[in-house]
């Protein structure tokens, strides 16, 4: 029987009188821990473009409710389960249903969520392997996925990989190039043009040339 400890480290965002958000590493009781039916002990967690914004200040006011856990993924072990799917023991992992927004999310030791919202883990993967893809791979590679069904192939032509150079788009340049497609990334950061040719891309273009916005989605 899993004995859980009375304090977890986590990311924990607060906010204060003046609404100024800041983000700390800290101890937080296990009774603090949300409702949920099954509490995960984590293993890994990535830290994504929507982790950026909350621990940086809230941009563009993510989070509504405060003390917060950001962290949209994670892969763990099950430490406790009163749900009929899932044991103590059980390796699983979360992406999505807004884990990280509105409800504790992933950056942190243990989290408590609904049993639906967890996936077993293949036996084929480890819980590093599968936040080394994380929801960006997860992501990407359901795009590609979606454009394939709609029939994309090869022989049609280049494929556009817009901001080239984030989590997503690395890896889908990456997933479309070993494919056989010819990828045409674009990002903002020319610095990183050698980069994204590495990952497979066969040209790489400026963000700024495409559209002419300068601004971020969110900023």
């Not at 990311?11 to 995960?40: C, F, K, M, R, Y």
């Not at 909350?54 to 006011?61: A, C, E, K, L, Q």
């Not at 749900?83 to 807004?98: A, I």
């Not at 069904?149 to 090869?154: E, I, Q, V």
Request: aromatic content about 6%; hydrophobic content about 45%; charged content about 20%.
């Amino acid at each position: 029987m899993n004995v859980m400890s009375d304090t977890f480290k986590a990311v924990l965002l607060e906010q204060d009188e003046n609404d100024e958000v800041s983000a700390s590493i800290t101890d937080v009781a296990s009774d603090a821990l949300p409702e949920g039916e099954v509490t995960v002990a984590v293993e890994y967690s990535t830290v994504n473009f929507k982790d950026g914004l909350v621990i940086n200040g809230n941009v563009g006011r993510l989070v509504r409710e405060f003390p917060h856990v950001p962290g949209i993924d994670f892969a763990g072990t099950v430490e406790a389960s009163d749900n009929s799917m899932f044991v103590p023991g059980d390796k699983v992992v979360l992406t999505g249903w807004r884990v990280g927004e509105i409800y504790w999310g992933g950056l942190s030791q243990k989290v408590r969520v609904k049993g639906d919202w967890l996936v077993a883990l293949p036996d084929a993967l480890n819980t590093r392997q599968a936040m080394a893809v994380g929801t960006a791979g997860f992501t990407s590679m359901l795009c590609v996925d979606a454009l394939e069904a709609h029939g994309l192939a090869p022989e049609n032509g280049e494929v556009l990989v817009t901001g080239g150079a984030g989590g997503v788009g690395s890896v889908a340049i990456a997933i479309l190039a070993k494919r056989g497609y010819t990828v045409a990334a674009s990002s903002g950061r020319r610095e990183l043009t050698d980069y994204l040719m590495e990952l497979g891309a066969a040209e790489v273009l400026d963000r700024a040339g495409l559209s002419g916005i300068e601004s971020r989605p969110l900023e």
